[in-house]
């Protein structure tokens, strides 16, 4: 079973990173406050970050990228742009991804990219 997990970052709680979770193996999208992210991966009994799914380049989304990249450095990263920190895997409008058999994730980078899990 697929589990969403919001995770306050910013301070301000104004923005959220997410774990989605299947069978202990997690996707992380927007890490902001990596250290912050990993702490709750953990707290979830995620044994493996997969991916990292970047909606866009903001800062406030992308910000963590490089920081999750050096402490996970096999972790593909995925975004629209190279705009977007320490992105290593480009995404293009329509794009599926296939992360575990539970968790497919569709791209719509016409303007940002948005993630929708199945």
Same mark, same amino acid.
């Given at each position: 079973m697929v589990k969403?997990? *919001? @995770? *306050?970052?910013?301070g301000s709680h104004a923005? =959220?990173? =997410?774990l989605i979770i299947d069978n202990k193996k997690a996707a992380v999208v927007d890490p902001y +406050?990596?250290? &912050?992210?990993?702490k709750e991966a953990e707290n979830q009994g995620v044994s493996e970050i997969i991916a990292c799914l970047t909606t866009h380049?903001? /800062? +406030?989304?992308?910000?963590?990228?490089? /920081?999750?990249? /050096? &402490?996970?450095p096999n972790v593909p990263i995925y975004g629209g742009s190279k705009q977007g920190l320490a992105v290593n895997h480009i995404v293009k409008d329509k794009d599926e991804i296939k992360l575990t058999d539970? @968790?497919?994730i569709k791209y719509d980078t %016409? !303007? %940002?990219? !948005?993630h929708f899990p199945n």
């Open positions: 969403v997990v *919001p @995770i *306050p970052v910013n923005n =959220y990173a =997410y +406050d990596v250290p &912050k992210v990993l380049h903001h /800062d +406030d989304h992308a910000g963590g990228n490089q /920081d999750l990249a /050096d &402490k996970l539970n @968790i497919h %016409r !303007s %940002r990219i !948005s």
